[in-house]
């Protein structure tokens, strides 16, 4: 059987210009979440099987990379069912094992607890332009805090960090879940199709409002509660007054303490923000993860045409380990689409470390060798990038590539 020189499929190579960025992006997410309090933690790739499968990964749960038993656990002639056979899988997301952690932890960790997460995930999707099936997420979590000073915090961290990689005029959409229900509840929509609708609205970016309309329709819901619906996005507007308005419109629908949160997770932002950004109320936000409880956000960015970033409120999903709920937020980046971006407009990493290459003439005598290394081990300790090289034939070739890499000062070294 013929050898294959490709990656997987919806896996990659990574070539080392890629991975010089990815080492600086992972840098200044340590640096940049360390300064806002985060500490960082690790947990396995592989997830217990049950855990990835308890209906709260939404759609994810369709696309895990399930591992089977293994040794003499493995009994496949025995075996009547998936059960039988797997134990395991790859995790999809850095939540649900974030969950297991903590309640498998808390004893032993601060309250609230401000976890940093970064590793690969992996998802059986059909891959496209920033889209694989290995991945790296990048999250940011807040455990046990309540109130909506996570939110704000885990904007602000993920904002300012954006700021640094030089993107700027971004948008964070945020909405609540309890907003959604407020408007199907008002519209004469019943409990039990809330998800369906919302799944139709979750569209409109792609289908519009006269698309929403049609499809809500077609699935056999009222003509005047799809009408009534439609109408709250005619009328709405995407800001703090927006917010005041379903406060005032979804009177009896709507919590009066998710209003007033809304809009303090708003107004807070715009105020004490580093970076250049929009807060945008999205009344037409979903998320397709069903263990939101609370606050959704999304980053969008003109220039990938899509999200690079989202998360929410989770409040109930580690209760599902302790039987105690208790209060969650998280934000994850999009590290893959970030990164891509930043290769597209090629990026330049700032450093300050001069890089210096020597190019040798082959047969130097040993002693001309030991000057070259004890050169370059005296410069690597003053914080200099050194690179020791053979000469070759096609000396102006090598020379360009090696400015190409970054190599500024390039010293040949002759037996002389």
């Not at 993920?158 to 199907?184: C, P, V």
Request: charged share 30%.
């Amino acid at each position: 059987m013929a050898l294959k020189k490709k990656p997987v499929t919806g896996m990659k190579d990574m070539m080392p210009e890629e991975m010089e960025i990815r080492d600086y992006v992972i840098g200044l997410i340590q640096e940049t979440y360390k300064s806002f309090g985060f500490s960082r933690i690790e947990t396995p790739c592989v997830e217990h099987i049950e855990n990835l499968c308890s209906k709260q990964g939404g759609d994810n749960e369709k696309l895990i990379f399930k591992i089977l038993k293994r040794g003499e656990k493995l009994k496949i002639d025995q075996a009547k069912e998936e059960i039988d056979l797997v134990d395991g899988g790859l995790r999809y997301d850095l939540t649900v094992p974030l969950s297991r952690y903590y309640s498998n932890n808390a004893n032993e960790l601060p309250a609230p607890f401000k976890a940093l997460q970064m590793g690969n995930v992996w998802r059986a999707d059909r891959p496209q332009r920033g889209r694989f099936r290995q991945f790296m997420q990048c999250d940011i979590d807040i455990l046990g805090e309540p109130s909506n000073l996570a939110e704000i915090e885990l904007i602000l961290a993920t904002s300012t960090l954006l700021g640094k990689l030089d993107f700027h005029n971004f948008t964070i959409r945020i909405n609540d879940r309890r907003f959604l229900k407020a408007m199907a509840a008002y519209s004469g929509f019943e409990e039990k199709d809330y998800d369906s609708v919302f799944i139709t609205l979750d569209k409109m970016d792609k289908i519009g409002l006269d698309g929403v309309q049609k499809e809500l329709e077609e699935n056999g819901y009222a003509k005047e509660s799809v009408e009534k619906y439609l109408q709250i996005f005619k009328e709405i507007t995407n800001d703090v007054e927006g917010v005041r308005w379903c406060k005032e419109k979804l009177a009896g629908y709507l919590p009066e303490e998710a209003a007033q949160s809304l809009e303090m997770i708003i107004t807070s932002v715009e105020s004490a923000k580093e970076a250049e950004f929009k807060m945008s109320f999205d009344p037409t936000l979903v998320r397709g993860m069903s263990y939101y409880t609370g606050t959704i956000f999304e980053i969008s960015m003109d220039e990938f045409g899509g999200s690079v970033g989202g998360g929410g409120r989770y409040d109930e999903m580690i209760g599902k380990f302790t039987g105690q709920d208790t209060p969650a937020v998280g934000f994850s980046i999009g590290f893959e689409r970030i990164v891509m971006l930043l290769l597209e407009r090629g990026y330049k990493i700032p450093t300050t470390k001069v890089k210096k290459a020597y190019l040798l003439e082959k047969k130097l005598p040993q002693e001309k060798i030991l000057e070259v290394l004890e050169a370059a081990k005296t410069e690597r300790a003053a914080g200099k990038q050194i690179m020791l090289l053979n000469m070759k034939k096609n000396k102006k070739f090598q020379k360009e590539q090696l400015q190409q890499q970054g190599y500024e000062e390039i010293v040949e070294v002759f037996n002389r």
